[in-house]
Each structure stands twice: as structure tokens, then as C-alpha cells.
């Protein structure tokens, strides 16, 4: 067990007031759009993310949209690749 702390009476020393740094609850809420699919994986795949979800204490479900959104995050086509396309066209 950790020593405990004694507090006394008396001065605490420089005191130093800190400006609110923090965001208002209305930007803490992140609401995303979402479309509900249906989709059909291996059992395997949903015991691996039921199993790491639990282990990490979110959901499932929220672990394979991460993944998916990381992956068409990294894959989606940029600008340039957009552009290179457009001129290659007649």
C-alpha cells in the first residue's frame, strides 16, 4: 500500500492560475455518420475481435470499423492520383 499524504493547515505555496484549456462538452461528442450494412465474416475473424475487444474493454463491432476506416483512409485515392487519371483521359 502506498504511504498515505498528511495535509496540514497553512500556506500552499505559489499558487498559479491555469486558463481553461479544455473543450466544451458539445465537441467531446462525436457523432459520426454511420450506415448500418450486413455483412457475413468467418467465425474466426469475429472470435479474434470479440476476443481483443473484451480484452481492451470496447466493442467489437467499433474495433472492425476502426479497421475498416483505417484501411480505406490508407487506400483511398489523393489528389494527385485523381489528377494523373484525368489527364490521361482523351
Known sequence: MSKRIKYTKG??????????FLPPPSELVMKEDVE??????SK???DFFKDEARRHGTQYQ???RALLDRYAQLNAPS?????RAERRRP
Not at 448500418?36 to 465474416?41: G, M, P, Q, R, S
Not at 489528389?79 to 489528377?83: D, M, P, Q, Y
Open 79 to 83: 489528389n494527385k492520383s485523381l489528377e
Open 62 to 64: 467499433r474495433m472492425i
Open 11 to 20: 500556506p500552499a505555496g505559489a499558487v498559479k492560475i491555469v486558463e481553461d
Open 44 to 46: 474466426r475473424s469475429v
Open 36 to 41: 448500418k450494412v450486413t455483412i457475413a465474416l
